[in-house]
T-cell receptor, first 113, second 110 residues
Framework: EAQVTQNPRYLITVTGKKLTVTCSQN?????MSWYRQDPGLGLRQIYY???????DKGDVPEGYKVSRKEKRNFPLILESPSPNQTSLYFC????????????FGPGTRLTVL | DAKTTQPPSMDCAEGRAANLPCNHS???????VYWYRQIHSQGPQYIIH???NNETNEMASLIITEDRKSSTLILPHATLRDTAVYYC???????????FGKGTRLSVIA
């Protein structure tokens, strides 16, 4: 089944404790991205990647890192999480080029205390 | 990317057609109109897209005005499971992100 998976789905952590949210897709998509969703602010893009070893900042990249060493994986790294990073995070992927639909993962709900 | 304007909320009776409008008066010639929906904190789901012509798939129909300044997403027979936030997005095809606005919260009522 074609899908985008994220792990963990739920995470409660404390300020300053490094964490990684993994994202994997099995559709051989070039493009992958991360969004966060907050009440009243909607979905905002954090980082995106057009292909392996190519990443770019989205609208709200501060406090986040990403890497794209393999085509299928696009982990989101919070080196020193803070309470303002408490949010619902979505990973997404699509074929780059053309008018292709974007597939989203199920979301990761992160709480930073 | 062009900005879109959508009503914040709409109601629709179950079994009736839901018509969700979107205004994109500054759309440029190479921008497509996309519709996604998000059911209660799940990942957004693609519905349909179009450039100039009306489009239909198993989920919905998309009607784009001749001047392309507005469009309407039609769910022909809305069910309770169609209750969601619907996002209208315009973007060029290559190399640009999907930018989500606030969308329209559709409530389908039994």
């Amino acid at each position: 089944e074609a899908q985008v998976t994220q792990n963990p789905r739920y995470l409660i952590t404390v300020t300053g404790k490094k964490l990684t949210v993994t994202c994997s897709q099995n559709m051989n998509h070039e493009y992958m991205s991360w969004y966060r969703q907050d009440p009243g602010l909607g979905l905002r893009q954090i980082y995106y990647s057009m292909n392996v070893e190519v990443t770019d900042k989205g609208d709200v990249p501060e406090g986040y890192k990403v890497s794209r060493k393999e085509k299928r994986n696009f982990p989101l790294i919070l080196e020193s999480p803070s309470p303002n990073q408490t949010s619902l995070y979505f990973c997404a992927s699509r074929i780059e080029g053309g008018y292709n639909e974007q597939f989203f993962g199920p979301g990761t709900r992160l709480t930073v205390l | 990317d062009a900005k879109t304007t959508q009503p914040p909320s709409m109601d629709c009776a179950e079994g009736r057609a839901a018509n969700l409008p979107c205004n994109h008066s500054t759309i440029s010639g190479n921008e497509y109109v996309y519709w996604y929906r998000q059911i209660h904190s799940q990942g957004p789901q693609y519905i349909i897209h179009g450039l100039k012509n009306n489009e239909t798939n198993e989920m919905a129909s998309l009607i784009i005005t001749e001047d392309r300044k507005s469009s309407t997403l039609i769910l022909p027979h809305a069910t309770l499971r169609d209750t969601a936030v619907y996002y209208c997005i315009v973007r060029v095809v290559v190399g640009t992100p999907l930018v989500f606005g606030k969308g329209t919260r559709l409530s389908v009522i039994a």
